[in-house]
């Protein structure tokens, strides 16, 4: 084996390493995401990001300008922040997905429970999709009163 492929062997495996441990930080920074949506807090700390910064500023014992390692934490970060965002979507959208039955439980205890809304929400759950696109699709009925003539 050449000496560069040597070299291009032990780069192949500290790349290996690297998309391992990024992958790890990923993971923690769910973590964190979640933590985050289930309290309704923003994704993005402009104050943790510059934290952040520092620290791998001070941790900065190779060869790397700070201006580069900088612009890959800058990467690092919003691949972070993006994951966040999309798990407070999830959130948002389970959330919205369980109101209804809370809304539902809400207005049977106000309402002192009754048949009519058990029915409503029977007849909501137990309707086919396909029923609720036919009905978005059917044209309106004639109003006999706008066929009426109108004198001029």
Do not use: C
Not at 112 to 137: H, M, N, V, W
Request: aromatic fraction near 2%; hydrophobic fraction near 35%; charge should be positive.
């Amino acid at each position: 084996m050449s000496e560069l492929q040597r070299l291009r062997t032990k780069i192949d495996g500290l790349d290996r390493r690297i998309v391992a441990l990024l992958n790890q930080r990923l993971a923690t920074v769910g973590k964190i995401g979640e933590w985050k949506a289930m309290r309704k807090l923003a994704s993005y700390s402009p104050a943790r990001s510059a934290e952040i910064q520092r620290n791998v500023q001070r941790a900065n014992q190779g060869p790397h300008e700070p201006e580069q390692l900088a612009a890959i934490y800058r990467k690092i970060i919003a691949a972070s922040v993006a994951l966040q965002k999309r798990q407070k979507k999830k959130a948002k959208a389970s959330r919205h997905k369980a109101a209804p039955a809370a809304n539902l439980q809400r207005r049977r205890k106000e309402t002192g429970g009754g048949a009519f809304l058990s029915a409503i929400a029977s007849a909501t759950a137990e309707r086919p999709d396909s029923a609720k696109a036919s009905r978005r699709k059917a044209a309106p009925t004639a109003d006999p009163i706008s066929k009426t003539s109108r004198k001029k």
